[in-house]
């Protein structure tokens, strides 16, 4: 996945089927979708894959156990299947997670026990495993630093996990060797529209360069998350508002927290949202919030009153309480809710089904959904394109397309910190060897090397130090300041695979760090 590549394959063609603005979950996964049936597809995102909500998810793949207590049992359903599917498809980044749900009364652990068994059933022979009700005893063993106190037994269940901006940037390079363009830092600044007022094609910006495209296709797609509205001030001529906005904001603290390989879910906190503390790359994520935001940034910023809920909440649940000065990184990400029918509905009673409309200029847009759905939701869009924009009829194939890098790995694979890069972790020890400068380490308290640099910016499109140290190496969302002491050696890395000056060196130091310091607590900003 090269720009130049599709740089090259955007100037020779000059209609597309189908164009999709946006290049998050539901993005990536419509150009797949449509590529892989024989469309000519071109994908462009105004930022990097995945900047927005599809890289500050909880890490879960997961039907929705509380979607489950709501009674939407076909969302579950439907969840749970594609979670099969992910783990079948992208088995280098989604696993089999064990969660155990810790009871402080004596009806909880039969409740949960029940409603779990229920969520088994649903999942059919996709099933990770079989839930089951446990004693006190085996739940301290599970978790070691539960909060002992009042504790009365506890439920295990399966659950998947995976890395999300990993498994974006995967979609991307499967979807560019099934045929589409895509491309980053390219920006839609206005749609072109017939004498009939109906949609043929976008305007883009070369983020880069500055230049302006004009790009006919026969089907445009509007996948662009929480800046749906900026789209449809394009579109409408009457503004009305599509999606609301909910932030989720995570902790990240170190794994002595919670020393386990078991994952902790707290059903009902004290405002009645669910928790969890998930071990991921060697920290624990703890998190979410679900608070309705009144406008969006591409970088959301964790409310006070947020960071102090979900420390409260871990606080009362971990016998190691952590404190303000323990958290390594804070990640807020902006949820692209349906806006619901009636006003002051609250977020919680927000459908999280993805919905698709077709306004009348024949504009096709998606909203909701969440990354666990996203292949559902690509071909359902790539569905609705052939019916309502009169494209040949070609049938899904997205069920059994093996996502780049799949291979099946296990806990011992998983010890290498490479295991993310799956089958392609071979040309990043081949790199090393052939250029021993990148052997170096990004920082010395982490496995991460400058080969992983060079490979982001050689085969995944990263063009700045956000793309890779937040995106392509997960290091900003595990710990900030490591972060931002490893800043300048990727700098000078882009800069000389690139071909830039001191000056943009400079400039992207400082811009990184900016954006950094809002991943920590605002007493401890650098």
């Known amino acids: 996945m090269k720009l130049n590549e599709q740089l090259s394959k955007l100037k020779q063609t000059p209609e597309w089927d189908i164009i999709i603005i946006g290049g998050g979950a539901s993005g990536l996964g419509t150009a797949l979708d449509a590529a892989s049936r024989g469309y000519k597809t071109i994908l462009v995102e105004a930022v990097d894959f995945a900047k927005g909500t599809s890289s500050r998810s909880t890490k879960l793949v997961h039907g929705g156990v509380r979607y489950l207590e709501q009674g939407d049992i076909s969302l579950v359903r439907e969840a749970l299947k594609e979670r099969g599917l992910m783990a079948q498809n992208a088995g280098h980044l989604v696993k089999n997670q064990s969660f155990v749900i810790p009871n402080y009364n004596w009806w909880g652990g039969y409740f949960y026990t029940v409603g779990l068994t229920i969520y088994d059933m649903l999942a059919g022979k996709l099933s990770l495993g079989k839930s089951e009700y446990i004693s006190k ?52 600044v206005n749609l072109l529209k017939d004498s009939n007022n109906q949609v043929t094609g976008v305007q883009v910006k070369n983020q880069e360069t500055g230049e302006l495209i004009d790009l006919k296709g026969k089907a445009i797609i509007n996948a662009t998350g929480v800046f749906t509205n900026a789209i449809m001030k394009l579109n409408d001529t009457v503004y009305k508002k599509y999606i609301v906005p909910s932030q989720g904001i995570h902790l990240v603290f170190d794994k002595s927290f919670l020393p386990s390989d078991h994952a902790l879910m707290i059903p009902k906190t004290t405002d009645g949202r669910v928790l969890f503390a998930v071990p991921w790359h060697d920290k624990i994520v703890v998190g979410t919030t679900d608070t309705l935001i ?233």
């Open 137 to 188: 005893k085996k739940t301290i063993e599970l978790l070691p630093t539960i909060e002992q106190k009042g504790l009365v037994s506890g439920v295990l269940y399966q659950d998947g996990q995976f890395d999300d901006s990993r498994l974006a940037i995967n979609i991307a390079q499967t979807a560019v060797e099934q045929g589409a363009c895509l491309l980053n830092y390219t920006k839609v």
């Open 294 to 526: 009144k406008s969006h940034s591409l970088e959301p910023i964790a409310l006070e009153k947020e960071i102090d809920f979900v420390l409260e909440t871990a606080q009362r649940f971990l016998s190691k309480k952590p404190s303000r000065a323990d958290v390594l990184s804070v990640f807020a990400g902006l949820r692209p809710l349906a806006a619901p029918e009636k006003e002051g509905k609250s977020t919680k009673e927000v459908s999280r089904s993805h919905k698709i409309f077709v306004s009348e200029t024949g504009l096709i847009t998606i909203t909701g959904g969440k990354w666990t759905t996203y292949r559902k939701i690509a071909e359902d869009i790539i569905d609705k394109a052939i019916r309502v924009r009169k494209l040949p009829k070609k049938e899904c194939k997205t069920e059994h397309i093996a996502i780049h890098g799949n291979k099946i790995t296990n806990a011992r694979d998983r010890k290498n910190h490479l295991y993310i890069y799956g089958t392609d972790i071979s040309k990043i020890v081949e790199l090393q060897n052939q250029e021993p400068e990148l052997k170096e380490k990004l920082h010395p308290d982490y496995d991460y090397t400058m080969a992983e640099v060079a490979w982001a910016i050689r085969h995944e499109m990263a063009r700045t130090i956000d793309d890779v140290l937040a995106r392509r190496v997960r290091l900003l969302f595990l710990d900030a300041r490591a972060a931002i002491a490893s800043c300048e050696k990727v700098a000078q890395l882009l800069a000389k695979e690139l071909g830039h000056d001191k000056t943009w060196t400079q400039n992207q130091i400082a811009d990184f760090k900016t954006l950094a310091n809002g991943f920590l607590l605002k007493e401890f900003k650098k």
